[in-house]
């Protein structure tokens, strides 16, 4: 047999009789099944346990999780057991709002905790590992395995100059509009955050998805586009520019690390030639840059493609055709230099005045 407890909120507001219905037809699922439990509501939170044939749960859980009442669903224990610690109870349903008694008052506070605890770890840690939670799996028994992805390296240019030559609430502002783009444009097209780098990012598409990848990098370029546009001279947001390399390959996708710290990450060639492509953005005018095997991963071509020639990527040992897509905001107007000279004149700008 199995156990599982996991914390919800709720969707949208419910009243008292939508939760006794709720507790109603749990209980006859539950006796149909020869499932257990006790549900916990209170100030919009779900807290409940499962236990039963594990079959029988899993069946229960999968229907949990497509429910429109819940959201934010987070599993937080699942337990192999040979005796059940709710038999008598079909399902218990409690509401905690209604009772004034001090024990319950601690089990309020453990509740709020637990959703505030789930949303922090929603922002700190990656998609699939919450999605395995969520499931009722252990990420920490996952091992490598063979993913065939499209990672999307990106980075800010000339990031280092802006550090030096910025005051830090200006640097942290420069940050904040650049992620706010980027990690938006790669959410909207179905792509999921890996790491941020401090000026940069790493993100990975399912496979099938290479030109949704292509659309979240022109995504990236126009919207920075607009608010450097939109940024007068002398704001550092008007020589905001990033650069976006793709590649598309096999990965080994997983943990890595020791008991004492694990990172969910990709591993391979592919990863390593998407941050190379990403660096070719520093030697040619345009703002994304990938190679074939992207466009071999679509269906068609891009109608803005634009072929920009060989490349000899570092560790390879032959050259490879690399290729962007022609739009006005995916050119860079500025050269390197020009553009760390346009920014260290700010620090001279900020100093006069």
Known sequence: MKRLTYISSFSRPMSNKEIDEIGERSVKNNTRDGLTGVLFCFNNIFYQILEGPEDALNRCYARILKDSRHKDIFCLEVESITTRQYGDWAMKTVRLDESNDSLIKPI?????????????????????????LQAGENPLAWTLKNNERTILFSDIFSSTTFAESLPSDQFERILQVYYDVVNR??????????????????????????GDALNAAIEICRRLDDARSSAKADDPVHYLYAGVGLCTGMVREGNIGSALKYDYTLLGDSVNSAARLESVTRKVDSLIVFDDSLLKGMESAPSALRKLGLYQAKGKAENMYVYSVDYSYTQRKLSIADLKAAIRALKTRSSAA
Do not use: C, Q, W
């Not at 309020?108 to 395995?132: D, F, K």
């Not at 179905?190 to 496979?207: E, H, N, P, V």
């Open 108 to 132: 309020r506070t453990m509740l709020n905790s637990l959703a505030r605890t789930h949303y922090v770890l929603e922002r700190y840690s990656p998609r699939e590992v919450i999605n395995g």
């Open 185 to 210: 444009s790669i959410v909207e097209n179905g792509g999921t955050i890996s790491k941020l780098t401090g000026d940069g990012l790493m993100a990975y598409f399912s496979r099938g998805r290479e």
